[in-house]
């Protein structure tokens, strides 16, 4: 993977962030394109908020994010917007594997990371050093990265862009 | 060794080698099947991304246009025929618009069997839990890794067990056991899990009860369900035709479990889910007086026979309260017929519900009964998150057949036992 460091501002949320509120329905049952569906991401929470996300934030939530829905259009949304790491105490099962497979890059803080951590933060995550940092509040935390199977293919920057490169998944090559 | 859940046992079988709980496998799917929410990014991806236009065995994939059905707008009538298109070049099988609810169908046609490893593209494929299948939903790009290879990678999950004792009281149905075990697990206490369950209590348990609890099992994590299959599974698969090999498989005895839940059934009352989280479980007596705008009976976790019979006993000889929209929608068109000839339908219309064929409408807010602002909602759906059926501002209330109906004649929440007495 290119890069190792990564900056940007919290987009600070709560716990049982569900598939609903990061896309409506409205918006998934009528296009499949990233950039649209980014233009709507987490309207339900705030209206304002899709106008306020620059790519390269930082969304910093609380316990089960991405609850709810097996749609994929969810993670799509969030990288649609430009954003690539999402830090949270705990992540909702399809939720989580959908955002490695899309090449994203969900890590998993501890809550006291979370609860000391605003709105437009500005966080640092070094991957080298396995710790991210909020240069705001001063709060620093470990970063629990995805399982080894599954670090390949966030590494590679998700599940297609493994399969272009190596013309094969994961776990065809040994066979 | 040391004995298997089911799932360790289930994900052996179809991997090939003996594994157990954390480990990783790759296994050979039974099934794959999605809905026009889900299918056009699955097709999406594995055209336009993984750059293939193969697909593994036409036989074993499924597409349903249930979600938008018929479509609402040009938008999703574009998705609906990109879908279509696919699907008539690889001889998959689309269940068209009025067919039914993809989970429902699924379950009532019969690809639903004992033993089977089935993926759909959609988190409440974990309902086939109750006929004894595993059964897990995934996003898009799995679901076209699925319908590509036939196999996928699976982290075999810990079991929950959770034992069933005894048997529901008045007005109560699988809808409360899942509520109940909502409010004790929450969102994510079974998150990575599989649940399941035991008991003497599962075979006093219709099996349209058994596939609400199991469909909702996805609302506290869980990755899938189980249900050990007995008769009422066979009888069920008899009467439709099972469309896969039936190979049964049940958990070694002395299998090891996170944790023991045991459920008294006798002791759960008509329970209700109040907004924000379907974890927000109250007693319905908690939320008495409640105004309702809308009332929907349907979704694949409450739009069965079972379901709608409940419904009935409230709805008879009674009317939907003015200023009260009462939707009711049979989840497939098996349903829909069985509920016509046995006369179910005519006293719900009689009452003043509006009933259509099987799309999961108000469900999930993309049409068919959409939430305006501040209005209140009780359904026998399985979430209330703000802005699942409209409206940010709209509020949902998740309830059995029997209370869901009841709010329909009262214009507001109120103890269905009241009017079954009143009867
Ligand atoms: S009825 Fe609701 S929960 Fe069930 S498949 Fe349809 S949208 Fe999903």
Known sequence: MASKRFEGRAIRLGDDVNTDNIISYRYKSRTIDPRELAKHVFEDIDPELPKKIRPGDIIVAGKNFGYGSSREHAPLAIKGAGIRVILAESFARIFYRNAVNLGLLPFTVPRHFVERTRMWDHIVVDLEKGRVYNTDSGVEAAIKQPPNFMWRIVEAGGIVEYYRRHGRLPWEESQ | ?423
């Open chain 2, 1 to 423: 060794m040391a004995g298997q859940t089911f799932s360790e046992k289930l994900l052996s079988i179809k991997s090939g080698k003996k594994v157990y709980a954390g480990d990783i496998v790759v296994a050979k799917v039974d099934l794959v099947y999605m809905h026009d929410g889900t299918a056009p990014l699955a097709i999406k991806v594995l055209r336009e991304e993984f750059g293939e236009d193969r697909i593994w065995n036409p036989n074993r994939i499924l597409f349903f246009i249930d979600h938008v059905a018929p479509s609402s707008n040009i938008d999703t009538s574009k998705l609906h025929k990109y879908m279509r298109e696919f699907a008539k070049k690889h001889g998959i099988r689309v269940f068209e618009a009025g067919y039914g609810i993809n989970h429902q169908v699924v379950f009532e046609e019969g690809y639903a069997v004992p033993g089977a490893l089935i993926v759909g593209a959609d988190s409440h494929t974990v309902t086939h839990g109750a006929v004894g299948a595993f059964a897990t939903g995934v996003g898009s790009t799995d679901a076209a890794i699925a319908m590509m290879t036939g196999s996928l990678w699976f982290k075999v999950p810990d079991s929950l067990k959770i034992v069933l004792e005894g048997r529901l009281g008045e007005a109560v149905l699988g809808k409360d056991v899942a509520l109940y075990l909502l409010g004790e697990l929450g969102t994510s206490g079974a998150n990575y899990m599989t649940l399941e369950f035991h008991g003497s209590g599962v075979k006093n348990l219709s099996l349209d009860s058994r596939l609400t609890i199991a469909n909702m099992s996805v609302e506290m994590g869980a990755k899938n369900a189980y249900f050990p299959p007995d008769e009422i599974v066979m009888q069920h698969l008899e009467r439709v035709g099972a469309k896969l090999p039936v190979k049964p498989v049940y958990p070694d005895p002395n299998a090891e479990y996170v944790d023991t839940i045991t459920v008294e059934l006798d002791k759960i009352e008509p329970l209700v889910a109040a907004p924000p989280l379907p974890s927000n479980v109250k007693h319905v007596r908690e939320v008495e007086g409640v105004e309702v705008d809308q009332v929907f009976i349907g979704s694949c976790t409450n739009g069965r026979v079972e379901d709608f019979h409940a419904a009935a006993r409230i709805l008879k000889g009674r009317r939907v309260k003015d200023g009260v929209r009462c939707i009711a929608i049979p989840a497939s068109r098996r349903v829909f017929y069985e509920l016509l000839r046995d006369g179910t339908l005519e006293i719900l219309v009689e009452a003043g519900c509006t009933v259509t064929h099987g799309t999961c409408g108000p469900c999930v807010g993309a049409h068919f009964g959409i939430l305006g602002p501040d209005e209140v909602m009780v359904a026998t759906s399985n979430r209330n998150f703000p802005g699942r059926a409209g409206d940010r501002t709209a509020k949902i209330y998740l309830a059995n057949p029997y209370t869901a109906a009841a709010a329909a004649v009262e214009g507001k929440i109120v103890d269905p036992r009241h009017l079954l007495r009143k009867a």
